[in-house]
Nanobody, 115 residues
Framework: QMQLVESGGGLVQPGGSLRLSCAAS????????MGWYRQAPGKQREMVAR???????DYADSAKGRFTISRDNAKNTHYLQMNNLKPEDTAVYYC?????????WGQGTQVTVSS
């Protein structure tokens, strides 16, 4: 398993943007899958975006057109660019990597969208 460290969360006004980063302790070059999930108070954790080894992506309906997942193999980091944020995007965001059959999770970063 790898250690994952998220950063980039914070307080932003509606319509604003944030970029979340997930730095891995090992190489992500051959990771099968990397993703971002979120959990709002009183709700189950849900998938927000995911990126597969071949380059294909998948987004939750609520994220389509506003969020973009990407990776930088040289930095062993993957990102979630979030634009046009809405109050309903408020949650703790977790990153996830599956590599060599093992799943790793970050500790979570809080995103709050409020005026």
């Amino acid at each position: 398993q790898m250690q994952l460290v998220e950063s980039g969360g914070g307080l932003v006004q509606p319509g604003g943007s944030l970029r979340l980063s997930c730095a891995a302790s090992g190489s992500i070059f051959s990771a099968n899958y990397m993703g971002w999930y979120r959990q709002a108070p009183g709700k189950q954790r849900e998938m927000v975006a995911r990126l597969f080894l071949g380059g294909s992506t998948d987004y939750a309906d609520s994220a389509k057109g506003r969020f973009t997942i990407s990776r930088d193999n040289a930095k062993n980091t993957h990102y979630l660019q979030m634009n046009n944020l809405k109050p309903e995007d408020t949650a703790v965001y977790y990153c996830n990597i599956v590599s060599r059959g093992l799943a790793s999770w970050g500790q979570g970063t809080q995103v709050t969208v409020s005026s």
